[in-house]
């Protein structure tokens, strides 16, 4: 096992995912520049980010207690931090940079974290108040998820476009940014698209950077298209769990207002809009599942239907978060996990979907498609060529469309 954790940097994270770190003493973490342990994690995760071999950067579970029994532990030593399992050494890894922003208020006063946080190398802002489900006389909130327990601790639930504009040219001219992250929960009336639509149009009008939308699937689905006209690049859907019966039972209220079939029409006919948006703008659906909560050959069945219709499957490892409905639970284990990662590599992979394209954007909370490799014995020698020649156009022509911005 330790030679594998050593070898296969992905094999090592989502091991992480799984059995958390526990911090030595020895570590300074914020005094050596590192991002503090933040709860907001769009629900599902808090943690220590880290940027392990491999050029992986992860959010490594801390504060949970299942981590307190993990076998990992994090050490300085010479001003350098590394990971031991089972007091081996497996790897030396970096603190993912705490930018100069985040110690800095908005020109109206708020800490710039509680306007945006960066997740990996992307700034997510969970932009408006907190999601209905924890609001509702009866509350039905998903059971893994702690937004309710997070908005108002380190989050403003009250963000104007200004103040976000604010933190988005923070975050691009001091940590480089690409891509910005929108995440919403319920809002009665679908009032979701209509609160995002503004920010969307400022940062695309005066930075040009990638945008994305998480948010439940609006009933109109032809607002999708709107989306697409003003050039936003990716549209996440959550339907966290494939099996019908545990949907309806983790997921009240999204069971309840939607319902899991048009969750599933919401991401087909989304990713059908590929071909149709503004030149330039790349499009990416994803549908996003929490592995964990389901058995993995659920997680698999989801995987392989999201990738049929030419969507892109979004795998969380489920994290029993303190304070949560399911915060009793334990996290799956690695070895149920690894044959579900692995197949969100390869399903992507035969489908020829574009993994791995987009510049500068490592994700933290997730497992990415493209650095599941790692898990697989399979290589598609062609597919990675294409991959690499589309990333490589993308890359040239979002820079010289940035650099062009920039000098207007
Ligand atoms: S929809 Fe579910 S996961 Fe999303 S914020 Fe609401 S309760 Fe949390």
Redesign the pocket.
Known sequence: MLNELRRNPALLKLDLYCQGLRINESCLVEEDGGRKILRTR??LGSGLELILPGNLWTNVPVSEPFAARSPYTLHREDGRYLLRWNRLNVATVELSPRPDWYDRSTATGKPMTRIGTLQGTYLGIYQAK?????TAAEK???K?????LNLGIDDADDKSIDEVMEVVRAARAESGITYVDFN???YEGDTYLDILEPFIVRIKEELGLLVGVQT?PHRDLKRYDHLREIGVNRVSF?F?IFDRNLFEEI?P??HAEYGLDHYLEAVRYCAALTSKGPRGEPWVTNGEIIAGLEPPESSIRAIDWITSVGAVPTVCVFRPLVGTDLQHLEPPQTEDMVPVFRRLYEACMERGLPIGVAPNIHVSLVMLPEECRWLSPLRYPFQTLKLKAMGAVFRRGFESRLARRAAA
């Open positions: 769009a629900g907190v999601c209905e489900y924890w039905t909130n998903c893994f998820c702690s937004v309710g919403t929960g319920h439940p959550c966290e997921c209220g999204k």
